[in-house]
């Protein structure tokens, strides 16, 4: 195969997320109904006075034509200037109160939709904080993004303003009707013809419509979830001089985007036509049907323009129905997409009434541990650990033996496959995440700042921490003197994973922030990987104040943060393969002494 058609396969297949999958189901009102839950608190406050307003504003809209018929047959035919005078200042008036009806009408409802939006992007995100670790490692960020921001707004023009005009259009459409009928049977019913036409036709459409919608949704969050990744990865890709290939990815992307778009916009514009050719159709009828019962003295002409206005009126909610459906399918897109994330259940779920786990000691056993990522592929076979209070234990082994998992199973970011992980006798399984959480404190390799300033990122490890006390946690970690050197000291803003901090200054205040949390179990997952060697003289008098009187886990590879602990673990292939301390294994000559001389080889070819 020719090399730009590889390029060019390779731009198309780059990437596939999980759920780009279209939901296949029949349309039915249950996700509307789902959203009219979120409109229901709301309802007794404010839906009484939007009925009160949207029935005045739909019945003087139905009164003027018959005023105007009124002014046709008894003024202005007759020469009655007073009579027109009336009719023109009742017809005025009625304007005048459709007018502030709608004005209030438009007001309450921006106020119920923005309340709605408002609760359910909060309950969406409020959910999604709560789901586990699994759910995350298969979407990637811009996918879950573009649920909470785009797909929530999508539903705005519904919930402000499609609900309540759909409501309209039927009272205002159900009032025509029935006025048609009633003054003029047979020239109403002859009229009416035109409307299972226009029905059966726009019918076929609605399928095809919607699933055009959710193909603009999957595109929408492919586009996301890449953009995101790019600006996540702009250093990898500028390294790699790969700034060619995402922007034809890009592209590739955005034309696809804007093929399904454009699809899907033709389909909701082919409405408007079916209701012009409808309503020429209607009008056709009436003035020549309307025209032989004038002849037959049945109908005035007063009547008759009437029902010429009628009819305006009547294709004019016709259309707009039909935009509402349109808007009714882009609206399911979207809530299939919102509900299928609030649906979503955690695959680490609490109890219904958990136990809270009391102070920890930080007795913890591991007792015959399997877990499997995916069936099948087992990442620990059946682990035995035990570990006493106030312990440190360090985890080592090759890339891929297990040592993350302990650590991630300890946490239950995961449930173990079988087996049983206790703290103090607890099953971990069996108390409330929060109070097994709140007593694990975490530092990571690669570190995470958030937007904001340097204290409070210290302080996220405890909210309620005095600036004293996030001070003196610096201080304990020798994270003070570079902090204090800042341009604002601890007031220093810091942008998005603080890119204006080195590598091992972002990992100096995770230990603060470890620190003032005052975790009973600490882990530290090769938190000294980043760190610098004269840093890391620094930082290891630190550890010995930030490990004291806790059962700690340290994942490391320098032999400096290694041969302090109580007991090192050598795992290999999910399974523990070695245990002791570093002179016991060191003699043992086993598969710890292998990684250690190969350290040592390492460090002397560099010397």
């Known amino acids: 195969m020719p090399e730009d058609s590889n390029q060019k396969q390779g731009v198309q297949h780059r990437f596939v997320y999980q759920d780009d999958v279209q939901i296949e189901k029949p349309f039915d009102w249950t996700q509307i109904r789902r959203l009219g839950k979120y409109i229901k608190p709301y309802g007794r406050q404010l839906l009484p006075v939007m009925i009160v307003m949207m029935c005045v504003g739909a019945l003087s809209k139905l009164f003027i034509p018959l005023i105007i018929s009124f002014a046709i047959d008894k003024a202005l035919l007759v020469g009655n200037g007073k009579l027109l005078a009336l009719s023109v200042a009742g017809i005025l008036a009625l304007y005048l109160i459709q007018w502030v009806a709608n004005t209030y009408r438009i007001r309450y409802t921006n106020t119920i939709g923005q309340r709605v939006i408002y609760d359910l992007r909060d309950d969406l995100f409020s959910h999604i904080q709560k789901l586990s670790f699994n759910f995350f490692d298969k979407r990637p960020a811009g996918s879950i993004l573009v649920r909470i921001v785009n797909y929530v707004n999508s539903l705005q023009d519904l919930l402000t303003n499609g609900i309540v005009n759909l409501l309209i259009d039927c009272v205002q459409l159900t009032g025509i009707i029935i006025i048609l009928l009633i003054f003029n049977f047979k020239l109403g019913a002859a009229i009416m013809i035109t409307v299972p036409i226009m029905f059966l036709v726009s019918t076929k459409l609605r399928v095809a419509i919607r699933r055009a919608w959710q193909l603009v949704q999957i595109r929408t969050s492919r586009i996301n979830a890449h953009l995101n990744e790019c600006i996540q990865g702009i250093k990898v890709t500028?390294?790699?001089?790969?700034?060619?290939?995402?922007?034809?990815?890009?592209?590739?992307?955005?034309?696809?985007?804007?093929?399904?778009?454009?699809?899907?916009?033709?389909?909701?514009?082919?409405?408007?036509?079916?209701?012009?050719?409808?309503?020429?159709?209607?009008?056709?009828?009436?003035?020549?049907?309307?025209?032989?019962?004038?002849?037959?003295?049945?109908?005035?002409v007063g009547l008759l323009v009437a029902f010429a206005n009628y009819i305006g009126n009547f294709w004019e909610p016709i259309n707009r129905l039909g935009q509402m459906y349109s808007n009714l399918l882009v609206a399911m897109a979207s809530s299939e997409r919102i509900f299928e994330f609030i649906d979503e259940q955690p695959s680490v779920p609490e109890k219904k009434n958990p136990s809270e786990l009391p102070p920890a000691k930080g007795d913890i056993r591991f007792e015959n541990v399997v877990f499997e990522y995916e069936p099948g592929r087992r990442a620990l076979k059946g682990l035995n650990l035990d570990v006493s209070a106030g312990q440190s234990i360090a985890l080592v082994g090759h890339t891929g033996s297990g040592k993350s998992t302990i650590i991630n199973l300890l946490c239950r970011f995961y449930d173990v496959t079988s087996g049983s992980i206790t703290i103090d006798g607890h099953d971990i399984r069996d108390v409330s995440l929060n109070s097994l959480r709140s007593q694990v404190g975490i530092v990571l390799q690669d570190t995470f700042i958030f937007s904001g300033t340097i204290r409070d990122n210290i302080r996220f490890g405890r909210l309620n921490a005095t600036d004293e006390e996030v001070e003196q946690a610096a201080k304990a970690v020798r994270a003070h003197d570079f902090i204090a050197k800042l341009p604002s000291g601890y007031d220093t803003e810091v942008q998005e994973r603080g890119n204006v901090l080195s590598m091992g200054q972002r990992q100096l205040i995770s230990f603060a922030r470890a620190l003032l949390a005052d975790p009973r179990i600490l882990i530290l997952d090769e938190a000294t990987a980043s760190i610098d060697t004269e840093t890391e003289l620094k930082i290891q008098e630190a550890l010995k104040t930030l490990l004291k009187g806790r059962t700690s886990f340290i994942i490391a590879h320098r032999l400096s943060t290694i041969r302090g602990a109580d007991n090192i673990v050598v795992m290999d292939h999910g399974e523990l393969m070695e245990m002791g301390d570093h002179s016991q294994l060191m003699e043992h000559k086993g598969i710890y002494h292998g990684l250690i001389q190969a350290q040592y080889k390492f460090l002397k070819e560099v010397i």
């Open 238 to 300: 500028q390294a790699f001089t790969q700034e060619k290939e995402n922007i034809a990815f890009f592209d590739h992307m955005n034309v696809d985007n804007t093929k399904h778009w454009n699809r899907a916009s033709t389909m909701n514009q082919s409405f408007n036509p079916i209701i012009e050719v409808t309503g020429a159709i209607g009008y056709c009828i009436l003035f020549w049907y309307g025209a032989y019962l004038i002849q037959q003295g049945e109908i005035t």
